[in-house]
């Protein structure tokens, strides 16, 4: 007898539970099977057959049916096997009777009912009870297969019989005989393996089997083989399976399902995956869940980054998902309200997708693996093109599924947005394609979506405002009901950017899905609770969102929302306080604007044209009506009301009828209010004689009109005092001369739309008088009193921001003598300016008219403080030429001077008059008016269109309208100045990130975009456009300025500020504008809207503007051409720089121009060589200061010229070894020869950027290691040696230079250097040692000079006891410590032990004399000192140590700005 192996199949916990479970499963399948073959069957016989097969099986208990019967098993199952495997077995013919056991089974199922009977369950018989406790009995074949002796025969004759029915079609009773078959060789306990023949191994047959079967039998054959096989046959199935999968495609979802199921060698999986990976991108989209999940299932710690990436780079989902979506929108489009195939090819699509997800999603929250090799994967994507729908979708699911990841997906989303490498294409790109995954994770989406909107890179804030916005649009109503209820609670934060972001995304919502956020307006609606901490500007935002759910057509159920909007506006309205009043006035004129917009769609504005009805025009007309008459009580309600209506009329198109009603009325209360008869001379108990004063043209006696200022002002001011009125002007409507510059707004606004900008109706405003009084101070100045000055000053404020308005309207007028008119108000503009700051010099607690009405408080000063002028008492003659205000950073046109400057140098107009006492009268006229800009009106943009002006011939015309003469006119230097420097406050305040310009602690949040409010009603883009489209006469005026420099350098023989060079004033103002063209550049260039797609054209419109300067009519040039030759224009200016600000503006102009190319290593040393040239120039002296350059700026060109220099080393030795010397031998008020810009005075600047450079450099040199090749070794040691030797040089100049700001910062950057080597250098001495040790003592001993300077530096903090310094000791002396026994290790490591001896350092001055005072103990072993070397060095300490430390480098660098 052939000896039989019998191999453990792989088990189920228990084999009862296994057995149950397996055959609970049969029985679902085939239980109805057999009750539809009992209704069909009408025969009931038992098989009567004298052969053995018969005979044995009903001795061991069970009966064979004919016919559709089952076959009837009278004992248990197992009693049934032993009875049967014991006759066999003790049959007299054993093994013989085997054979004919088996040939009977084979005669009797070569019927198919007979054979399909077997392959069937058994039925119990009724009077039987099952002893397993199991109610179901398995088939025939499943009970012979499960006997030993009988095995190898029953599974030959059912492979024999399976190929009869492989190509049959399902029996009529639907079931599939190859299928049973199959199945009746799952899960058997055990499995009989013999490999003589004729059987052949049983996973050989099956594979042979799946080799011919039809598609869908291979599936089931395929999945099947887990079930069928032992443990120790899975190797050889997977590679079997393995090698099936690179010939039949078609199996491929199978095969996986079965790999994932096997226990296999990693090897083989790797093999598979790679297979599989290779055929990502053309599989079925069917296919693929199950293809990622065994691609994520073989994923192990060692390849998770290399696996991940290469699925992350071929996965491409958008592809699969787009067409059917495009189809699906098609059909929608052809066939509304039919169903079509795509639709169900869209569902099955997006069903495959949400089931990939599903499978990611599993992965990734399970295996930490994944998740983080996910992550990585993204994060080491550089380039903004690679970046894909699927890395967004991914960090999403890692951010909702796995908490713990959260910080890290949320720094990986800030560096990305702010790389440029997401962006909003690519997010909406994410929630088309992917909006069903999304949508099951929306809360995790709003949680991030809140928390980058937290952060202060507008950016990231502008991202977090997408996400907010697509989650609205892509999902359900719920998660609409969620998005809006967050961006309320972001409104209602107080938060400033918050707020702004939530009302900008609420504004695009109300634009792009109306009809979703009506559902949600009751939310909306919430917020006017909180309208108290709101700005005018967020208050606008608010009621337009509010007017336009309430009043749109479209939706009559929104009454409840114009209700409560009603009530809130007359409440506010009602209210004597301006800060609520405010609020009702912008309310009412939003809503008004909402409610009389233009919605017919011709574009022209001819009456009859709108359909606005007769009652929404009454409508509008009594709300603005009652806005008038709650405001008219108060001139500064009353000047909002109008600039708020002018705005309204400016940003949108009203109906006709509201117009012309407006226009009739503004312009009649104007005239009435403001103009008067130039004939007719105000006559009254005036403190001054009024005169008619700045007309352009010459009136006859009784001709003309004339703007009455001086007496509305009086009178205004006489009834304030109690004065009592004359009966003819208690008859007069009392109108208050605050109102005239906005109420002519309104006004020429009006005529504007209602003319297509024909102003001809009111051009006699740009050329009429103003009565006033003589207004340039005389001798009587002094002697005036306290209110007549103050009347004087209000005076010239009102006529200011009256030309500045009229400049306003007229400016965009194209008629030569319009232009001439424009210019001589400019000029009219800027004189008076001067007359204001001597008037303001004498007046010092003045406070001026509001120009500016909306405003979250009407208290407004002038930006002094009492603490700025006792400082300036105690300083005394520290002041220096004229400062801007240091009290709000974004109003100042400098951002140059904002750190150190501000503490010295404050604003001239805090002075007292004890002050002016204390410096002398000279300084009376020193007052900028920089700190009073929130008094003057704001220029429109439109303005600096003058700019565009040349040369303007003005013709002068005798009586009878003949030529008489001409007159030349052009745009001077003071007016160019005034535009320049207003432009580059607009730019500062609109361009500059709000990061930098952050408002100080304890400032008012509205301070600084006071002044900016019709700026604020542009986006950033359209002012950068604006600039844009000046670039090319500011390159004029640059070039103008360029060369008057130039000539006036060539007239005194190379030397910008030689004798007699210039006139003061004229070279002032030359200079000054040179700066502020630079610094309007600057702001341009800088602007971070550039990085964003949109806006590329326009960078490229900009950078063509500065090419076509250099190389005119070169069109359709690349950008990095572009910004070459942008490049070298702006480099061509340096020659004639003027003063140091305008140096540092140009260095960091092309700066930015460089950032911007792909290649910047090429001009990077032009900017260290113009740099250096700055700082080697002699620089024209301020007289009232110690340096013509401000700290900070000379310490920025510093750190430029040495971060851009090719060696940072060698240029710090140039200084500190040429120049400092050259500095010690020259007298006490002169500078370097070399270094002109290196005085007594700012060696500290120069001493402090060296010394922070020179360990920005070292600590970022790469710490050598052995393996590196020989050459690598002597270039690091001699670049140590170099770096050692400045740092040497640097160390020994305290010793002539020793004030506390430079000991200061020998302690902090010296610890920091002796910490970069003990990182950095000591690996490399450590291998270097031997070959070259005499370089290796020589570095050593010169290090331990240096660092015993530093210790007697820190006995020498210790003696004067200045806290400042002594907070560096302990750290200063724990790393020396660390050093010395760091040299001991590295020569013990090259076994030279004996050139190392430890011993007691004396604590000594920095003049080398022992601190007797001080205890022995003391004396730390800081250093080790040798006859014949010695190695002390500074050094970090333990790992752990070494963080501690930077972190408290890190943390003292601010306060240690002073040493500046």
């Not at 006997?147 to 009773?173: R, T």
């Not at 996400?467 to 969620?482: G, R």
């Amino acid at each position: 007898m052939a000896l039989v192996k019998m191999v453990s199949k792989r088990r189920l916990p228990t084999s009862e539970d296994k057995e149950n479970l397996t055959e609970d499963a049969s029985k679902a399948r085939k239980q109805p099977l057999s009750k539809k073959t009992k209704k069909s069957h009408v025969h009931n016989e038992v098989e009567e057959n004298n052969s053995v097969f018969v005979k044995l099986l009903k001795t061991s208990g069970i009966t064979l049916r004919t016919g559709e019967n089952q076959n009837q098993l009278a004992v248990d199952q197992i009693i049934f096997q032993r009875k049967l495997f014991q006759t066999l077995r003790k049959h007299p013919s054993y093994p013989k009777i085997i054979e004919e056991f088996v040939s009977g089974l084979e005669s009797y199922i070569e019927d198919q009912n007979s054979f399909r009977n077997c392959l069937l369950s058994c039925e119990h018989l009724q009077d039987e009870e099952a002893s397993m406790g199991t109610s179901y009995c398995k088939s025939l074949i499943k009970l012979l297969l499960g006997i030993d002796i009988l095995q190898p025969a029953i599974i030959k004759i059912l492979f024999e019989k399976l190929p009869e029915f492989i190509f049959k079609n399902v029996n009529s009773d639907g079931l599939s005989m190859p299928r049973l078959i199959i199945n009746q060789l799952k899960w058997l306990d055990r499995v009989v393996d013999s490999k003589s023949p004729p059987l052949q191994d049983l996973t050989t047959k099956i594979m042979q089997l799946i080799s011919i079967a039809p598609v869908y039998l291979q599936h089931d054959f395929v999945t099947s083989l887990p079930e069928i096989l032992g443990d120790s046959q899975h190797a050889d199935v997977g590679k079997e399976l393995s090698d099936l999968l690179t010939e039949n495609t078609l199996l491929t979802v199978p095969i996986l399902d079965v790999l994932s199921s096997l226990q296999l060698e990693p090897k083989l999986l790797t093999k598979v995956r790679q297979l599989v990976m290779g055929k990502l991108s053309s599989v079925m989209l069917d296919d693929l869940p199950m293809i990622i999940k065994f691609i994520l299932h073989s994923i192990t710690a060692t390849d998770a980054l290399e696996v991940i990436s290469e699925l992350r780079e071929k996965l491409d989902l958008q592809h699969c998902i787009l067409p059917s979506l495009l189809q699906a929108s098609q059909s929608k489009v052809k066939n509304k309200g039919q169903k079509s195939s795509s639709g169900n090819q869209e569902n099955s699509g997006q069903d495959c997708v949400i089931l990939l997800f599903d499978v990611i999603k599993s992965a990734v929250r399970y295996e930490k693996i994944i998740s983080e090799a996910w992550i990585k994967a993204i994060e080491n994507t550089t380039s903004v093109s690679e970046h894909k729908v699927l890395d967004l979708a991914m960090l999403f699911i890692i951010y909702s599924t796995n908490t713990q990841t959260k910080k890290c997906i949320e720094r990986v989303l800030r560096n990305k947005i702010r790389s440029g490498c997401f962006q909003e294409q690519l997010l909406q790109s994410t929630f088309y394609i992917h909006y069903l995954v999304l949508k099951d994770i929306c809360p995790s989406i709003l949680s991030l979506a809140q928390s980058l909107l937290h952060s202060l890179d507008q950016s990231i804030i502008l991202f977090g405002s997408f996400l907010y916005k697509y989650a609205f649009n892509f999902f359900d109503t719920y998660c609409q009901q969620e998005v809006i209820g967050a961006l309320v609670t972001h409104i209602c934060s107080g938060n400033e950017a918050e707020v702004d972001t939530a009302l900008d995304v609420l504004l695009d919502l109300v634009v792009l899905n109306p009809s979703a956020m009506r559902l949600n307006a009751v939310f909306v609606k919430g917020i006017l609770d909180y309208l108290d901490n709101m700005s005018p500007q967020q208050i606008r935002k608010l009621f337009y969102i509010l007017s336009t759910l309430a009043f749109s057509k479209q939706h009559e159920a929104s009454s409840h929302i114009q209700d409560d909007m009603h009530l809130v506006i007359r409440k506010q309205l009602s209210s004597t306080m301006f800060k609520y009043k405010l609020t009702g006035i912008i309310g009412a004129v939003t809503m008004a604007g909402i409610i009389a917009a233009d919605r017919s769609r011709s574009s022209s504005l001819t009456p009859g044209r709108g359909d606005l009805s007769s009652e929404q025009c009454t409508q509008v007309t009594s709300l603005l009506q009652l806005v008038h008459s709650c405001s008219e009580q108060s001139p500064q309600a009353s000047a909002l009301y109008y600039d708020e209506f002018a705005n309204l009329i400016q940003g949108r198109k009203l109906a006709p009828q509201v117009l012309e009603w407006a226009g009739q009325t503004i312009f009649n209360d104007f005239q009435d209010a403001f103009v008067v008869d130039i004939c007719v001379v105000p006559e009254g108990d005036y403190p001054f004689p009024v005169k008619a004063l700045y007309g352009l043209e010459d009136y006859d006696s009784c001709d003309g009109i004339a703007i009455n200022l001086l007496p509305l002002l009086f009178s205004r001011d006489f009834v304030k005092d109690g004065g009592r009125l004359t009966s003819q002007e208690s008859d007069q409507k009392l109108v208050s001369p605050l109102c005239l510059a906005p109420y002519f707004r309104l006004l020429r606004l009006c005529v504007d739309r209602q003319h297509n900008g024909n102003l001809e109706e009111i051009d006699g405003l740009l050329d009429c008088p103003i009565f006033l009084t003589d207004l340039e101070p005389g001798e009587r100045l002094e002697s005036m009193s306290v209110k007549e000055r103050s009347f004087i000053c209000s005076l010239i404020f009102l006529t200011l921001n009256w030309f500045r308005e009229v400049v306003n309207a007229f400016c965009r007028q194209t008629l030569p003598e319009m232009k001439v008119k424009v210019l001589t108000r400019l000029k009219h503009i800027v004189e008076l300016q001067q007359l204001l700051e001597k008037h303001l010099a004498v007046t010092p607690d003045y406070v001026p008219p509001l120009a500016n009405f909306d405003l979250e408080t009407s208290e407004v000063t002038p930006h002094t403080s009492t603490a700025v002028s006792a400082k300036i008492r105690i300083q005394g003659n520290l002041g220096g030429r004229k400062r801007k205000a240091d009290g709000n950073k974004t109003s100042s046109p400098d951002p140059l001077s904002k750190e150190d400057n501000s503490e010295c140098d404050p604003a001239p107009s805090d002075r007292s008059q004890l002050e002016k006492e204390f410096r002398g009268k000279e300084e009376k006229t020193s007052v900028s008016l920089q700190n009073y800009h929130a008094f003057f009106r704001e220029l429109d943009l439109e303005v600096f269109s003058i700019l565009h002006c040349g040369l303007v011939a003005k013709f002068i015309l005798d009586t009878e309208m003949h030529t008489e003469a001409t007159e030349v006119v052009q745009l001077q230097p003071p007016e160019l100045l005034f535009l320049l420097e207003d432009l580059a406050q607009k730019l500062e305040n609109m361009l500059t990130p709000s990061v930098t310009r952050r408002v100080p602690f304890l400032k008012s949040k509205g301070n600084r975009n006071i002044g900016f409010s019709h700026l604020h009603q542009r986006s950033a883009s359209e002012i950068a456009h604006s600039v844009v489209q000046l670039l090319s006469p500011m390159c004029n005026h640059l070039e103008n300025i360029h060369n008057y420099f130039q000539c006036l350098t060539a007239k005194n023989h190379d030397v910008v500020d030689g004798p007699g060079s210039t006139t003061g004033q004229e070279y002032d103002i030359m200079s000054s504008c040179y700066q502020r063209l630079l610094q309007i550049l600057h702001g341009l260039f800088a602007w971070n809207g550039f990085f964003q797609p949109e806006n590329t054209n326009l960078l490229y419109s900009a950078l063509e503007v500065l090419a076509n300067r250099l190389k005119p009519g070169e069109p359709d040039q690349a950008l990095e051409e572009l910004l070459s030759q942008s490049f070298h224009y702006l480099q061509n200016f340096h020659l004639s720089i003027p003063s140091f600000q305008c140096a540092l503006y140009l260095i960091r102009l092309l700066m930015v121009i460089l950032e911007k190319s792909t290649a910047p290593t090429q001009n990077k040393g032009k900017i260290a060589s113009l740099a250096r040239q700055f700082l080697f120039r002699v620089w024209p002296s301020e007289e009232k200061e110690k340096s013509g350059i401000p700290n900070d700026q000379l310490q920025a060109l510093l750190s430029i010229y040495l971060e851009h220099t090719d060696s940072v080393l060698k240029a710090i030795e140039e200084i500190a070894g040429v120049g400092v010397p050259e500095l010690i031998s020259s007298p006490k008020e002169a500078s370097s020869s070399t270094f002109p810009t290196l005085t007594r005075h700012t060696f500290v600047i120069f001493f402090h950027v060296m010394m922070a450079e020179l360990e920005k450099t070292v600590k970022g040199l790469q710490a050598g290691t052995a393996a590196d090749s020989e050459q690598i070794h002597e270039e690091k040691l001699l670049y140590w040696n170099m770096a050692v030797r400045d740092f040497s040089i640097l160390i020994n100049l305290i010793k002539v230079f020793d004030s506390r700001p430079v000991l200061h910062v020998c302690l902090k950057y010296g610890r920091l250097f002796v910490e970069a080597f003990l990182k950095q250098c000591m690996p490399l001495l450590d291998f270097s040692f031997r070959k070259h040790r005499e370089d290796v003592l020589s570095l050593l001993e010169t290090f331990q000079l240096n660092t015993r300077l530093l210790h007697h530096l820190c006995g020498h903090s210790k003696i004067h006891q200045d806290t400042k310094l002594t907070k560096h000791v302990p750290l200063l002396k724990k790393t020396l410590e660390l050093l010395v026994c760091r040299v001991k290790a590295m020569l013990i490591l090259n076994n030279c032990r004996e050139a190392f001896w430890l011993g007691n350092l004396k604590n000594r001055d920095l003049q080398g004399e022992e601190i007797i005072s001080q205890n022995s103990q003391e004396s730390t072993a800081d250093e080790s000192e040798d006859d014949t070397s010695s190695q002390v060095s500074k050094s970090k300490g333990t790992e752990d140590g070494e963080e501690d430390e930077a972190s408290d480098g890190e943390k003292e660098q601010e306060s240690d700005d002073d040493s500046d």
